[in-house]
């Protein structure tokens, strides 16, 4: 335990001499809701694949980083008035966002967003299509003739579809893979598979370029030894997408 | 908690519930609960004070106090409180970073706003981004704190500011007639009798500012609403040792009989406070505590 | 684009007609204040049917509370204070899973977890509870010598009420209930923030000036056009209101008529 606390200690001093800018922590923000990027454990702590990957990323960068939770819809706008410094959120890199706020190198690389129904059936191309408020899938259905139902949680989409409110939810297959597979045949993988935005980044206020690189110094030696991979398979399983 | 909490999956109904019911994040949930508690306890006396001050600068004789006041009371009040809450917050975080950047940084030459991004000063940052996490909730709280007060605040000022007036006009001639200066005549008349006419206003404000507090929710803070949703959600085994389905009813039922109680316990309470309070006034109430003594 | 080509696009979409897409960039005040102005649509129906619908349950518990029969008084207390006790916030999100479990039993239950109607219900009981306590005050406080006179002509019953209890309830509880209506035209603003979703991105007023303050990360602009359109509609409550209060007690001298005193009530 000392052994730990003192490591700590000299990460942070090394943070703080590295450091003029005022980051001698480096908050983390996180919305907790979306598993298996980020969620809420049973001790109540963040955690998850970003978790996980930020921790890294932050020794490797030699910055002392703290974990914030954060609504989604408010997730930008906060990030932008200085209430935490990133955002690890499995956010999608887009043009629409990228004129806000500023994106490392993806640590996720551009996968395939699908539907889910009740049922092989289920109406995704005209019918009801839950999808999380302020997310490229929602923009991207309310561009479709599918209805588009949104919810304020990723949680909330999928249930949804589990109480008949929508005909499917269409969401980042990869959040939508292990609940497929808990759900016992109550939800099924229907229609095409879309690709969607230009992988997960972490974001990052537009000024603040001097942390922007660190950070993506420290994704591309993450990339380049393999422990990204070893990541993204330990919590995505062996079938994703890897660098 | 429990030592045989290690196995959920082999427990039996009961004990599973009991290991549940115990996790972590469920001790969050239970401190959410003291957190709605603790707003209440000091935004009360703060939008209290609010109130006071806004209806003393209302009854200003000087016009321009009394049109901050009387501006203060109307406007507030004429618009819903949740646009309020959903702006305020912001506001006063950037309002408050901007005074101090116009202080403490002189020579600062960039501008603040740079496209989207709201910049001062590290120094001026609130709270310093140096902070440890546990100040930056507080900081949080306190913006909710102020922004809770605000809106009651005004709401308060209309209630003493009624009350100032319902003060019988012979007791403060009286207490003229004894040679009691405006001031001493406000203070140690008109205060301590308008509390009585105040009372059955203010106490109805407190049942609202308790119904209020779920709205804490939309200020980012992590209350009742936010765990309720949180931990009522469908859990898939692999993300937890707990799975479920989708609770979220039994998690606001809850909600529910918790301020079902609050306000309940209030009106008890503050019944019997407006007894004490009605005693030796002249208003009925106060007669006939006089009559049912003396009989 | 225009403004007048905003307004055609937009001044309806709340209700679905017109642009089916929101503005995504380049965001005009003249959008925003259509928009918002859409949204106001929802809060004006929850609100007004709210209102319509609520009055009648109201009047019946106020009848059911001061009933000598326990039978009905219990059962009225209870329902005023579950409603008046707890935050309509957390009964909107509560109403809303009660809702989804119920229909997944009974189909019947479908179209109750849209907000037009599930929201709907809920704002019904909430006000029907409010406005129940403030006409049960008003029955408590008709002068005796009214219903005394009543009976001396030979009223009883039905005719009683309706000729003289109620009016006179009416009459005494007007400017309570004109706060009550206020009040309520404010809390329309919860639905779209609690459990009901929006669907095709048709909500109300705070929905839209919460998009806005999203996308332009600039909450300056939209929510004061919220609380323009807000003191706007408050101002037509009291005007409509205090119309109906001179029609109640146009029988009264000049001098002993009531004054409609303002107190716009806050979140419940």
């Known amino acids: 335990m000392k052994s730990i606390l003192l490591s700590t200690v000299a990460v942070a001093m090394t943070a703080t001499l590295a450091l003029a800018d005022g980051h001698s922590v480096v908050r983390m923000g996180t919305e907790g809701a979306y598993p298996p990027y980020n969620f809420i454990n049973d001790a109540g702590d963040v955690d998850g694949f970003e978790r996980e990957l930020g921790d890294e990323l932050c020794v490797r960068a030699e910055l002392t980083c703290e974990w914030v939770k954060n609504d989604w819809d408010s997730i930008i706008p906060n990030l932008v008035s200085s209430n935490y410094d990133t955002i690890m959120a499995g956010m999608s890199i887009t043009d629409e966002r990228d004129e806000v706020i500023d994106f490392t190198q993806d640590y996720f690389p551009p996968t395939a967003s699908a539907y889910v129904g009740a049922s092989d059936g289920a109406d995704w191309e005209n019918g009801v299509v839950a999808a999380q408020t302020a997310t490229i899938q ?77 950070f993506d110094a420290a994704i591309t030696s993450m990339k380049e030894d393999g422990t990204l991979n070893t990541l993204l398979v330990k919590w995505f399983g062996e079938g994703t997408a890897q660098y | 908690m429990f030592s045989y909490c290690t196995d959920p999956d082999a427990l039996d109904r009961l004990r599973w519930l009991s290991c549940y019911l115990t996790t972590g994040v469920h001790f969050s949930f239970y401190l959410s609960f003291l957190k709605v508690i603790g707003i209440l306890a000091v935004t009360a006396p703060v939008a209290l004070a609010f109130g006071f001050f806004g209806a003393m600068s209302a009854r200003s004789s000087i016009a321009p106090v009394s049109w901050l006041g009387k501006g203060y009371i109307a406007v507030v009040r004429g618009v819903p409180d949740i646009a309020f809450f959903l702006f305020f917050v912001i506001a006063l975080d950037q309002g408050f970073e901007w005074l101090r950047h116009q202080a403490l940084c002189p020579d600062w ?77 406000f203070w140690r008349i008109l205060v301590p009798q308008m509390w009585v006419y105040a009372l059955p206003g203010l106490s109805n404000l407190w049942q609202v500012l308790i119904k209020a507090t779920p709205l804490l929710f939309l200020l980012g803070i992590e209350d009742v609403v936010y765990w309720a949703r949180e931990l009522g959600g469908t859990k898939t085994a692999r993300f937890t040792a707990y799975p479920h389905g989708d609770w979220r009813m039994w998690y606001f039922l809850a909600l529910l009989v918790f301020y079902l109680f609050m306000t309940w316990g209030s009106e008890k309470i503050l019944s019997r406070l407006m007894t004490r309070l009605t005693r030796g006034q002249a208003t009925t109430g106060g007669e006939a505590q006089r009559r049912g003594a003396a009989a | ?127 029907g509870a409010y406005s129940a306590q403030i006409f049960h005050g008003a029955l408590q406080s008709i002068p005796k010598g009214e219903v005394e006179a009543a009976d001396a002509y030979g009223l009883s019953g039905w005719s009683r009420f309706r000729r003289i209890i109620w009016p006179t309830m009416l009459r005494l509880a007007w400017p309570a209930y004109t706060n009550e209506a206020i009040f309520l035209f404010h809390a329309t603003t919860l639905v779209y923030f609690s459990g009901f979703p929006a669907w095709q991105q048709r909500g109300d007023a705070l929905y839209y000036a919460s998009y806005f303050a999203d996308k332009t990360f600039n909450p300056f602009v939209p929510y004061p056009i919220l609380a323009g359109y807000f003191i706007l509609l408050t101002l037509v409550i009291i005007g409509g209101f205090g119309l109906v209060n001179r029609r109640l007690n146009r029988h009264l001298p000049a001098n002993a008529r009531s004054k409609m005193k303002l107190r716009p009530n806050l979140i419940r």
């Open chain 1, 138 to 214: 929602a923009g991207h259905i309310a561009e479709g003739s599918a209805t588009l139902v949104e919810f304020a949680t990723p949680e909330e989409t999928v249930a949804a579809v589990r109480n008949g409110e929508a005909d499917a939810v269409f969401a980042d297959a990869d959040y939508l893979a292990p609940l497929v597979e808990a759900s016992g045949g109550d939800l099924v993988f229907i229609g095409p598979d879309v690709p969607l935005g230009g992988g997960v980044g972490m974001g990052l206020r537009e000024s603040d370029t001097e942390l922007k690189e660190k």
């Open chain 2, 109 to 185: 030459t960039d501008p603040i706003r740079q496209g989207n991004d709201f910049l001062v000063c590290p120094q001026a940052k609130l709270p310093l981004g140096t902070a440890p996490q546990a100040v930056h909730q507080t900081y949080a709280f306190g913006l909710a704190v102020v922004t809770f007060a605000l809106v009651f605040g005004a709401f308060a000022a209309n209630v003493i500011f009624g009350a100032m007036r319902a003060v019988p006009k012979a007791q403060l001639e009286t207490a003229e007639a004894y040679g009691m200066s405006p001031r001493q005549t």
């Open chain 3, 1 to 127: 684009m225009s403004c007048v080509q905003t307004i055609q696009d937009y001044a309806l979409r709340s209700i679905g007609i017109g642009e089916r897409l929101l503005p995504r960039s380049d965001f005009t005040v003249c959008e925003q204040v259509v928009l918002i102005g859409s949204g106001m649509i929802w809060n004006v129906y929850f609100g007004f049917m709210a209102l319509a619908t609520g009055f009648f349950l109201a009047t019946a518990v106020a009848l059911g509370k001061g009933s000598a029969n326990p039978w009905l008084r219990k059962p009225a207390e209870l329902y005023v204070f579950l409603f008046r006790g707890s935050p309509l916030f957390i009964q909107f999100f509560f109403a809303y899973f009660v809702f989804l479990n119920l229909k997944r039993v009974y189909p019947f239950f479908d179209p109750f977890t849209a907000a037009w109607l599930g929201a709907l219900i809920v704002l019904f009981l909430n006000t």
